[in-house]
């Protein structure tokens, strides 16, 4: 039986959500290029994890006493990641270990990406869907028919970052693109499910 769980994850969880956030994301086509191996993209993870545990929210989806799938949200009105707002949270041994691990290309064009997605972020109130994965089929959409319930006080945004795979899995949950963008040669889609916005 498939359950949603919405609530503050424990350590194992948390592993176990980056474990299949890690190997979602394996191959997509921003983060291949963001990330020079997959250790640097699953120690980002695993750090996006522990942060938005903290400063948001990260439902998963329950198979069997088994995590499958992952959505992590950045909550309306609240500053996105940074190294700083992570510090404020008393991250201090995760973000020294990060710095420490992750190589300099990695962070380089981590930052990079960044700044090109934050210039054209959504500039209404919203809820920001930072990741969503899974790794058995009809979980994604599991995730997104219980968040989009959720979230229904305002749009919801995010960046589809693998348009060739995800396009029509977001047109069927009702989003729209609203503007596609070049993010170090990767097309990246940003959607949302209020109709007839554009950015300015």
Known sequence: MITIWDRKLDKNSREKAADVLCQAFENDPLYQTVFQNKKDLCRYI????DYYNRNGEIHVAVDDDKIVGASIWNHKGRPFFSIR???G???FGEITKFLMLIQIK???????????????????EHHYL???????????????????????????YLENSNVKDNQIFYQRLGFQSIKMIDVMGVSVDLLTNSKGDQII
């Open 46 to 49: 695993k750090l996006m994890v």
């Open 85 to 87: 707002s992570a510090l």
């Open 89 to 91: 949270s008393g991250m």
């Open 106 to 124: 990695s962070m380089i064009k981590l930052k990079n990406e960044t700044l090109i997605t934050e210039r054209f972020h959504y500039n209404k």
């Open 130 to 156: 930072f990741m969503i994965g899974s790794v058995m089929k009809g979980m994604g959409r599991a995730l997104m028919e219980y968040d989009i319930k959720k979230f229904s006080d305002c749009p919801i």
